[in-house]
């Protein structure tokens, strides 16, 4: 077990569902086991990780954060912008939760802070989007269609559901749009619904079927859907290699690189692991094992 002198643990007071309160205090617990002095941070609004990762002087053994796919995208913005090179522990705590899944974490946060215990420290790739970092991916088209119209209320409430019930809203009258991509030095030009950027191997809550996806081989995948609707979602069903991917697929073409640049005949908003916050034209680059991150073994994900 790796051990740390001391830590700062970060939690957003409205993020994920149900209230964070409840379970702070249990998260805590197993943490002390490797961390001999626990900072317990509340972050009352958005913004607030950042802004103190970036301002402040003081320096921790390790970052630590409870919460969902969005406060995850302001810890690792607030530590590259801030410059802490240190270790980075995320625990599960919104809807998707889509990169503890890519670190074998369990979904109960307690239980994926026991397993903290026993992770490993590996490296991990980040996207440069614009002038904001992804760790997971970035997308435009239907995904923020999806976002943009489920209350926050409902979301609350209901989690995964409540995208569900915007999807099938959104997906039987989808609205497409004119892109011109390059990857490294190839040029691609059509019309989609949706394209997705990715680094890690879960969006949404589901996994995307690519073999070869990895969050640390200093490479990243653009999937471009080409239609929407029972089509598209049978094509991210079976599990597919980047070798037959376009053979296979009819409604999803993908390509790799390590340099994305996208625009689009109008501007559209562009998601940006959860947070919409950026806008076409979109420049996108891998930045191979930017951040060290605790990774759990697969053997325990759900023990």
Known sequence: ????????????????????????????????????????????????????????????????????????????????DGGHDKPIAILPGGTFNDFT????????????????????????????????????????????????????????KFGKFSYLFSAIKNVTNPKFFDYEIQVDDKQYIGTSSMIVIANGQFVGGNRIPLSELSPNDGVLNVFIFKDSGLKTFTDMIGEKSEVNWNEISQNIEHISGKQVIVETKDTIDVDVDGEIDLMTPLHVEVIPGKLKILTAQVSILFS
Do not use: C, W
Request: glycine share 8%; no cysteine; proline share 3%.
């Open 1 to 80: 077990m790796e051990t740390y002198n001391n830590g700062i643990l970060f939690y957003h007071d409205k993020a994920g569902q149900g209230d964070v309160h409840d379970i702070i205090g249990e998260v805590t617990k197993p943490l002390s086991k490797m961390i001999h002095h626990l900072t317990v941070y509340r972050s009352l609004e958005q913004g607030e990780i950042y802004q103190l990762l970036t301002e402040t002087k003081q320096q921790y053994d390790i970052y630590l954060i409870l919460g969902g796919d969005g406060t995850v995208h302001e810890l690792i913005n607030g530590m590259i």
């Open 101 to 156: 899944k890519t670190l074998h974490l369990n979904p109960n946060p307690v239980r994926a802070a026991e397993q903290l215990l026993d992770a490993e420290l590996r490296t991990y790739d980040v996207l440069r989007t614009n002038e904001r970092y992804a760790l997971n991916f970035a997308g435009m088209g239907l995904m923020v269609e999806n976002s943009l119209g489920v209350n926050p209320e409902v979301k609350s």
